[in-house]
């Protein structure tokens, strides 16, 4: 049998997969739904639900602590979702995954327990100019307490990395790069592999901001050569409040906790206590147990559709958007346009707000996103105060980047 992979493209099968999805199918003002705003979160198929509520309502009980057979039952759950995100993630062993909150979470995570042990005066935080605001303030506000210093990477006028700033900035003096794999702002995919290996032989430990870049196409993290990787559950049609954090098992050993209470300790004494190995270390209290279950449904469900099929299905989207667009609208500025790209659309229109364009755009009944996409230094960068972005998923039709088309034309006629 042919592996997911090998089938035809996924457009061929975008009624029955957009059948499984509920929320498509509901009017907004009067209209069908068109949800272009993906990359702030995704809609959740049945197989996600049916999970969650089937662990809600069968095997509800805490993990770890119990002998009775709900609290089994709900332990073998959440450790089979733990095998699962190690699987998707093309980790070594399941103890590599720290299950979080989410991306954010995950990241002050790696910059509490990396600040502890590896920055100080002279050793510094290496940035790029693209990051989301969860990978600036947490390393902020690390390198104020130690005494490092942040250094970033400037951007190019297209989006992409200024690599020759790149290999100048990293040197001996950097603890630990922190960078995006994917821009939420710009969809600009990022050199990762490479930048992590540069990171490797200046003795740098790499974090990568892997949010945007996992609901895309594959990852497997021992190929990009990252010691920590962060995603979301909401943003690979999981739930929210679950994501996880995977790390190099060396490293995850040699890191402190950063949060303390039940399940993260080996010993307790009012002289002092010992710790859990990882993961259990940096998972103190009650876990997202559902949330954990509904993340492990959904990356089967992306599995079994094929994440190659998926980049190449959101791959023809771009194309396809960024040409009508150019061509069918006039005073369309992208922002954005590296090489490399996911599929994300950031444009503003000559003389009208983004936040007016996504207001009308909502009465027409398209979602997008406008703001500064909790990337600010990207706006500074390229002179706007907010642009309006349109981002795919997997369900996307080419019927609904027309619809954006249209959309924008009646923006126009009403503001222009």
Known sequence: ????????????????????????????????????DNAATTHKPLAVLDAE???????????????????????ERYEAARSTVRSFLGAAEDREIVFVRGTTEALNLATATLAATRLGPGRDVLLTGMEHHSNIVPWQLACQASGASLRVVPLL??????????????????????IVHTSNALGT????QAMCAKAREVGAISVVDGAQAVPHGPVNVRELGADLFAFSGHKVYGPTGIGALYGRAELLESLPPWQGGGDMIRTVTF???????????????????????????????????GMDR????EADLLTYATGRLLADIPGINLIGTAPAKAGVISFTLDGIHPHDIGTVLDHEGIAIRTGHHCAQPVMDRYGVPATARASFGLYTTREEVDALVVGLRRVQEMLG
């Open 271 to 305: 002289e002092g206590s010992t710790w859990a190995e990882p993961p259990a270390r940096f998972e103190a209290g009650t876990p997202n147990i559902t949330g954990a279950v509904g993340l492990a449904a959904a990356l089967d469900h992306v599995t079994g559709l």
């Open 189 to 192: 995919i990022n050199p990762v």
């Open 310 to 313: 998926i980049a190449a299905h």
């Open 53 to 75: 509520r089937e662990q809600a309502m069968w095997h509800n009980a805490n993990v770890h602590r119990g002998v009775h057979l709900l609290s089994q039952e709900a332990t």
């Open 1 to 36: 049998m042919s592996s997911p992979d090998a089938r035809a493209p996924l457009a061929a099968e975008l009624p029955t997969i957009r059948a499984a999805y509920p929320a498509l199918g509901r009017r907004v003002h009067g209209k069908p739904l068109v949800y272009l």
């Open 157 to 178: 006028d297209d989006g992409s990395l200024d690599m020759e700033a790149f290999d100048r900035l990293l040197d001996g003096g950097v603890a630990v790069m922190a």
